[in-house]
């Protein structure tokens, strides 16, 4: 199954609200056809993901707070520089590698049998995780402080970097929690159904950018309290591929599954600055009226 097959809602009725959407998959474990083994191991995976990936989120919140200086990396300079080089640049790589051309089919391949492909969105959601726990924890500090917040700045920054937060927790929902959380590979196990893949997104903040999810991560990582040259070169690194990645990658891997609906909605939507869209964006659809 595919998310090009006829019979797919237009633009402007993208399906089910996504909450609705993870509330019936969420229901649907409750009712689940019977598989003692499977679903035995359709839970402990499900588990090993939510708890890596709440660890990657906590390993992130509070490396980023510090301004990078809390990682658990010993590595003496200057061999540090190559180590934190490779831990900055593996996460954009990695990540991009496993959801395009042939790296795409490896979170499916990772178990085998069908259990395997089936899982796939809760894999490549173990990777990711494991890539931020890898960046965060094992990131070899400069002891270099810059700049560190204090009385008023400190609550107005962190008054920023919780609306941050906040942004891209909703944009990760508009998008579709249960893929984004990796919900949805595990709970599709249990009720040993195809995944459902969310449809194209153009819900709540899609309605303003194309990009939501992205804008929030680089938000995240500017609206910091404590600033070093290690908090420097990750936020410029990973700002970088939120701003190239998309129009290189994914953008064109939406065109190709989603088509014309795509085109339209390209044409009508900015890419992560809400407004006019660009001209050239006007030009690049055919569609457009």
């Known amino acids: ?3 090009t097959e006829p019979g797919k809602p237009p633009l402007g009725s993208p399906g089910p609200h996504p909450v609705w959407r993870l509330i019936e998959l969420v229901i649907g474990n409750f009712t689940a056809p019977p598989g003692r083994t499977r679903i035995a191991v ?3 995976y499900g588990a090993l993901c939510h708890f890596v990936f709440a660890a990657a989120i906590l390993a992130m919140v509070w490396t980023l707070w510090n301004g990078m200086m809390t990682g658990l990396g ?3 300079f200057p061999y540090a520089i190559l180590v934190n ?9 990695l990540h991009s590698l496993f959801l395009n051309g042939r790296g795409a089919k490896v979170p499916g391949r990772v178990l085998p049998g069908p259990w395997g492909k089936t899982l796939a969105a809760t894999t490549y959601t173990i990777f990711a995780s494991l890539q931020l726990l890898a960046l965060f924890l094992l990131w070899t500090p400069s002891g270099i402080v810059w700049w560190r917040a204090e009385g008023a700045a400190l609550w107005v920054v962190l008054a920023l970097h919780v609306a941050s937060w906040l942004f891209l927790m909703k944009s990760n929902l508009d998008a579709g929690a249960e893929l984004q959380s990796g919900a949805l590979g595990w709970m599709s196990l249990v009720q ?5 893949w969310p449809d194209m997104p153009t819900r ?3 309605t303003l950018i194309r990009q939501p999810i992205y804008v929030g991560f680089t938000l995240v990582l500017w609206t910091v309290p404590t600033w070093t040259p ?3 070169a990750v936020a410029a690194v990973l700002t970088a591929y939120c701003l190239i990645a998309p129009a290189r990658l994914k953008e064109p891997r939406y065109l190709r599954r989603f088509g014309a609906r795509y085109m339209r909605y390209r044409g009508a939507v900015p890419y992560m600055i809400p407004g006019r869209p660009r001209p050239t964006e006007r030009k690049q659809d055919p569609t457009h009226g």
């Not at 040993?192 to 459902?196: C, F, Y």
Request: charged content about 10%; aromatic content about 6%.
């Open 192 to 196: 040993l159904r195809d995944p459902a």
């Open 85 to 93: 080089a490779a831990l900055v640049l593996q996460f954009p790589l």
């Open 42 to 44: 359709a839970l402990a």
């Open 230 to 232: 290690d908090q420097l």
């Open 1 to 3: 199954m595919t998310q």
């Open 74 to 76: 010993a590595v003496p």
């Open 204 to 206: 709540g903040l899609f």
